[in-house]
């Protein structure tokens, strides 16, 4: 191989490997952020099994304010971590995301965020009765896959 032509495969092997993004990371509280926009108030994290009362209170009050909020609430997974959050902003949108640290059941591979965009967003008044309950229901849903 000429000179040239090492310098031409080399070049272009640097551009291919230098210029490709790494895949994007699937990081909840960004997502939250999003979803929340800024000055969001953390109602907190609910370890799985846990007391929700306060974090379930800090929603509905956020909510019926229209101030923006962020909840989290652990759930017991078999092989991998799971979350389940909820983010509302200040025009009274609300979308509940679904983080799981290893959808394969393993370390096999990344997190996968999924959600659901809450259409018709409302208090629950129904009694906590289930660790997946949130205090938000939604009159329908529509869902999609942020990462993952």
């Not at 000429?2 to 490709?20: K, P």
């Not at 609430?73 to 799971?82: E, F, K, N, W």
Request: charged content about 15%.
């Amino acid at each position: 191989m000429t000179m040239s032509r090492r310098l031409l495969c080399a070049s272009i092997a640097i551009l291919v490997v230098g210029c490709s993004a790494p895949p994007p990371k699937c990081d909840l509280e960004a997502a939250l952020g999003v979803n929340a926009g800024p000055g969001a108030t953390d109602c907190g994290l609910v370890a799985a099994g846990g007391d929700a009362s306060v974090v379930d209170a800090c929603v509905r009050a956020a909510f019926s304010t229209e101030t923006p909020f962020v909840a989290r609430y652990a759930l017991q997974g078999i092989d991998s971590s799971l979350i389940q959050a909820i983010a509302g902003d200040a025009q009274g949108r609300v979308v509940f995301l679904f983080w799981d640290s290893a959808p394969c059941g393993g370390p096999g591979c990344g997190a996968r965020i999924s959600q659901a965009v809450c259409e018709g967003p409302s208090v629950n008044p129904a009694p906590r009765d289930t660790p997946q309950w949130l205090p938000l229901t939604c009159t329908s849903m529509s869902h999609g896959q942020i990462c993952g």
